[in-house]
Every structure is written in structure tokens, then in C-alpha cells.
């Protein structure tokens, strides 16, 4: 089973849509840290819609609960920073993958420490800073299915 992890999330709607996604596809939920908001604000039920008894929500204080707690997953980056694409990466069932604050991603020596699995989402306009991070979510997410599903 696939595994998100958000890390310090701040907007309400994009972890309501993150959860519907990971209910949608029965992936694990790992919530990284403290969030901008509490996850029974009104506008995270609302984006979840009523599906918030079909994920599994997983809080974690810090990244190394994380980490403890999947003993068995390789954990993948992903950051506006790296010129790996997300599309050459070979995903694998146990896989977890790690996003970071809207507003300002992962922090940067995370990213130093574990590059060689950093990933990105390729953008052609380069005028744009970055995706909203439930379509990133959304976009990667259903890439490795379709990988592991594929194999």
C-alpha cells in the first residue's frame, strides 16, 4: 500500500482533497507536524465530503515518527528544487510520498539529505512557481498506481 505524507499543512481544502484522493484509492494519509488549521475545520470536512471514514489518517509529531512507523517504505521528496522528473522514477507498493507546505515546500536541508529521491513535476512554464499541492498530490499519486498496477 501507498503511503502520503504532508508535511505542516496549511490550507484546509487541500487536505480535504488529499483525503478524499488517498480514501478514493486506499492509500495511507500521514499527517507531518503541526497543520495551519484542525482537521475538523469545517472547509477540511467539506473538501473530504463525506468520505472521511474511508482513509486511514495517520499523525505524526515529526519526521522521524514517520519514518519509524514505515520501517518497510522507501520515502520520495517532492520539491520544485529537482530536475528529476517524477515520471522516471520506478515506484514500488510501500512507497511514501512526502510533500511539503504550500506556501514553502520542504525544508532545504531535508531535500540535501535525501536528493538522490527528490522528484518534481515537471512545469513547461517556467513563469509558474509550483502546482496546488492536492494536484501534485493528486498527479504523482496516480502515476505510481498506475506503475505498480502495471507490473
Known amino acids: 500500500m ?34 495551519g488549521f484542525r482537521l475538523d475545520d469545517r472547509a477540511v470536512k467539506r473538501a473530504g465530503l463525506d468520505y472521511w471514514n474511508e482513509v486511514k489518517i495517520n499523525r505524526h509529531i515529526e519526521l522521524e515518527d514517520l519514518y519509524k512507523s514505515l520501517p518497510d517504505s522507501r520515502f520520495l521528496y517532492f520539491t520544485t528544487k529537482s530536475q528529476k522528473s517524477y ?40 513563469n509558474v512557481r509550483s502546482l496546488n499541492l492536492a494536484t501534485s498530490t493528486g498527479i504523482v499519486l496516480y502515476e505510481a498506481l498506475r506503475q505498480i498496477n502495471k507490473s
Do not use: S
Open 87 to 126: 515520471l522516471d522514477w520506478e515506484y514500488k507498493k510501500e512507497d511514501c510520498l512526502i510533500f511539503g507546505r504550500e506556501t514553502r515546500g520542504l525544508p532545504e536541508d531535508l531535500l540535501k539529505e535525501n536528493w538522490e529521491r527528490c522528484l518534481t513535476i515537471p512545469m513547461p512554464n517556467k
Open 2 to 35: 501507498l503511503h502520503i505524507a504532508l508535511v505542516e499543512p496549511e490550507i484546509p481544502p487541500n487536505t480535504g482533497n488529499i483525503a478524499r484522493l488517498c480514501a478514493a484509492t486506499f492509500t495511507n494519509l500521514h499527517i507531518v507536524g503541526a497543520t
